[in-house]
């Protein structure tokens, strides 16, 4: 890949119940140390390095699919460290909304 390639991508994490929210600050934090190591080899020379901008985090809960609710936008715009803040501030009190 050339350097400064960009992609799109997305994740999808399915919440089943409430013991399941804490896991995606584990996802989050992987996500930041990726930002600190590499991907590949190279990283000691700068390839591989790879950084996370522009992050929206929506929340669609059961009421979402079950009568078309809107979905809950948490944060948009943000670096990783943003989300992590709103999602730990929160204590996901959007699981808790339904």
Known sequence: MPAGARFK?????????EEDA???LRVLEGLRLLEDDALGGGGARGSGRVSFSNLRLVWRGKNHYAS????????????????QAAVTDSAFSFLREE
């Open 22 to 24: 804490p896991l995606f």
């Open 9 to 17: 991508t997305r994740l999808v994490m399915d919440v089943l119940c």
């Open 68 to 83: 078309g609710a809107p979905e809950k936008e948490i944060a948009s715009g943000a670096t990783l460290a943003v989300i």
